[in-house]
């Protein structure tokens, strides 16, 4: 009996003629994350990818898989050759081992060549469990339930399936630049992009002296806790001192953040384009400060037509947190560090910024060298993941 890992694509099924490349992605997602233990194989078929163990233990190597998007789940199999003695003796000493009084049987036969049908099975191996243990059967509420999966290459039993993270495998979906701040919810919208598939790069917006260096390194532990969904991530930093004091030298404060993230979204738009990504992602939730009502976002968006994503528009700010907790980031994102919006937040921001009045604001200086001068001096750093288990 050989003892291996059956990984389950979920969504992926439905992606008819994409699902090849799905695979090879996910495949290569799962060997990367998977690069520090030795001696594992991967055979990579069109339903199931599976990770035979040898030496190695399982539970280290589970635990990484549930991370990974793309993977619905994730069971520890036990392969024989198709062979109804085999199958009951495998059967019964799987069920040995478990803890429990009564059981269940379940067969799924995809190798039609196989002469026994699936009902057939479950009568003849629930018999031969029953003789041979003190087990009762048991459908409705078993202690214990076996998976007899018979397919082409070989049956497969298992007792036990871990969930995955579902969504996407990474990568799938090209590449995104996420807008970074230190808070708490731009980390979430990077997980929940990323679950959808899609790679990240970050842009921060640094204003020092104003903003200090300890944010930065708040931000890369951020990013480090988010190695564990992409192993490799670039962060932009763009110095953002000059257009500011520009932006409170020239507006009225009251305008000053709705002018303030028109600028972030042009730089943004800048920077994706140069490096390729599709869409700029944000941790913007409706109605959660004045510069994200629908009336600002419809001003700050009008100076860029690239797909702008906010996974967390319509999230209440606590199931954000609940989000940060999973992915391990809420205790860093409320390090108290100042960020560039707090430093200079305004008493009265307007809610409902008019297009024709920000205009007039940013006609009294000349933005456009200061933005070529701000992405002319961008520091560029990667994150990368550390090597845990070695
Ligand atoms: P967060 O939203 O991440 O908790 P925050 O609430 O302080 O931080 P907001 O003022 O709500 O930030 O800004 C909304 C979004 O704008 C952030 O989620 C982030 O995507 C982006 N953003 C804000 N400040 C910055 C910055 N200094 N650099 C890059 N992006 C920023
Ligand atoms: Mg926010």
Redesign the pocket.
């Known amino acids: 009996m050989k003892q291996m890992l059956m990984i389950r694509f979920g969504e992926l099924s439905t992606k008819g003629k994409n699902k090849k490349n799905f695979i090879a992605i996910l495949a290569r997602n799962i060997k990367n994350a998977l690069k520090e233990f030795n001696n594992l194989q991967f055979n990579v078929l069109y339903d199931h990818i599976y990770i035979i163990l040898n030496e190695n233990e399982c539970e280290p190597i589970i635990s990484i898989l549930q991370d990974i998007s793309g993977i619905k789940g994730i069971s520890l199999v036990y392969k024989i050759d198709s062979d109804i003695d085999l199958i009951k003796q495998a059967a019964l000493k799987i069920v040995q081992n478990e803890l429990g009084k009564t059981f269940k049987l379940n067969c799924k036969r995809s190798n039609k060549s196989f002469p026994i049908i699936s009902d057939q099975v479950v009568r003849l191996v629930a018999p031969y469990i029953l003789k041979n243990t003190n087990l009762k059967v048991d459908v409705h509420n078993p202690d214990i339930v076996l998976s007899i999966e018979i397919r082409q290459e070989g049956t497969y039993l298992f007792t036990k399936t871990f969930a995955g993270a579902g969504g996407y495998p990474l990568g799938v979906g090209g590449k995104s630049l996420?807008?970074?701040?230190?808070?708490?919810?731009?980390?979430?919208?990077a997980y929940l992009m990323m679950k959808r598939g899609v790679s990240i790069e970050?842009?921060?917006?640094?204003?020092p002296p104003y903003?200090q260096v300890g944010?930065i390194y708040k931000l890369e532990d951020l990013l480090d806790k988010l190695n564990k969904y992409q192993s490799k991530i670039v962060l932009h930093i763009?110095p953002?001192t000059k257009l500011q004091e520009a932006i409170y030298a020239n507006s009225n404060e009251s305008y000053a953040i709705t002018i303030m993230?028109r600028m972030?979204y042009r730089l943004s738009e800048a920077l994706a384009k140069k490096r390729n990504c599709l869409a700029i992602?944000?941790?913007?939730?409706i109605g959660?400060?004045a510069?994200?009502t629908l009336v600002s976002m419809n001003t700050i968006n009008a100076v860029t037509n690239m797909p702008i994503i906010r996974p967390?528009a319509i999230f209440d700010k606590t199931d954000?947190i609940d989000l940060a907790r999973k992915i391990d980031t809420y205790e860093i994102?409320i390090r108290p560090y100042e960020?560039?919006?707090?430093i200079f937040t305004p008493k009265n921001p307007k809610t409902a910024p008019k297009i024709e009045d920000v205009e007039k604001y940013e006609k009294k200086f000349d933005y456009q060298s200061l933005i070529v001068e701000a992405l002319n001096n961008i520091e560029t750093k990667i994150i990368e993941k550390k090597d845990e288990y070695l």
């Open positions: 996420l807008m970074l701040s230190g808070g708490i919810d731009s980390p979430v919208a970050c842009i921060h917006f640094a204003s903003t944010v763009v953002f993230r972030m992602v944000n941790g913007e939730s959660q400060v510069s994200q967390l954000i994102s960020d560039c919006c707090t």
